[in-house]
């Protein structure tokens, strides 16, 4: 943070709490990836499109002999000495299926829950559905179209053709609370959402970009404001499907707000006191504690806001 700026990112990010060691030194030993999937102290979760078993708050993990097909993967080492695993299974079936079983009713997904695990828990759910969605989409060689093989406990996939090896990605996103000079905090509305639900502008990094570059950029193209004096707050995993959300505060240098009505279809400058009656009357929704958005507009407002006047299906 900038010297001389009063804010600060409210509370932990609930998707950045991660305890559990990654041990990537395990990852290409075969030997001992063969033991641990045959060690019934070990614990996998079982994640499938996006969601896992969920009993009274916390996850509910499975031995190794009781893990369905699927690929598997290496998560880590808790603080607690437990090797966690997890196993990407099938998508349950629907209703009516062939085997006439109904999706799980205990899956959650980390918008659900995500804000309510404890941090080893958080973290273990967000590293296995951050693996699970890149493997969905990368199951082909991106050089000669073959299939690909998961290896290095999951953090590989591997070509058996070429021998081409392919890494998980991760896209970052900038992420920003636009402040100006009487304090007021400017925030948009996507034109896919209902009326009402506003958040922090934000945007992906383009190609050899900078973070800051890319928030002033963002930032203009939306709402034609321009921005001075970007500071990093902090950043969180958003894997949906596979984000990394870059948070700041930035100062205006302009005020004029100008929607580009294609992405934003409405931009709003706020006082404390005028989000503050909007959450009341309902007229305002926020993003839900889960995401980073929330705790930057928190950090500018100075206190946790009530949680009514959040909507649920966050897109940041």
Known sequence: MAPGWPYRLSGPLALSRATHDRVAERRLDDAWLARTWSDPTARVLVVADGRAPVIGGRLAFVPPAQAPAGERLLLG???????????????????????????????????EVGALLD?????????????????????????????????????????????????PRTDPAVIVAVVDDDDRVLLG??????????????????????????????????????????????????????????????????????????EIAEARWYSRDQLRVALGDGSLGLPPPVSIARRLVEGWYGAQLPDAGSWRESQR
């Open 189 to 262: 509305r996507q034109a896919s959402w209902p009326p009402g639900r506003f958040s922090t502008l934000a945007g992906f990094v383009e190609p050899g970009e900078s973070l800051e570059a890319a928030v002033a950029r963002e930032v203009r193209e939306e709402s034609a404001v321009e921005v001075a004096e970007v500071a990093y707050a902090g950043s969180q995993p958003w894997p949906f499907p596979s984000s990394l959300m870059c948070g700041f505060y930035a100062r205006a240098v302009s005020t004029r707000v100008r929607p580009d009505g294609a």
């Open 77 to 111: 080492v808790g603080e607690d000495s437990v090797t966690y695993l997890a196993v990407v299974a099938a998508e349950p079936d629907p209703p009516g299926g062939p085997d006439g079983r109904p999706p799980d009713p205990r899956a959650r997904g980390l918008r």
């Open 119 to 167: 941090d080893r828990e958080a973290g273990l759910l967000v590293h296995a559905v951050a693996i699970a969605n890149w493997h969905a989409a990368h199951r082909r060689c991106a050089r000669c179209g073959a299939p690909t093989e998961v290896a290095a406990g999951g953090h590989l996939r591997r070509c058996p053709v070429d021998g081409s090896e392919h890494y």
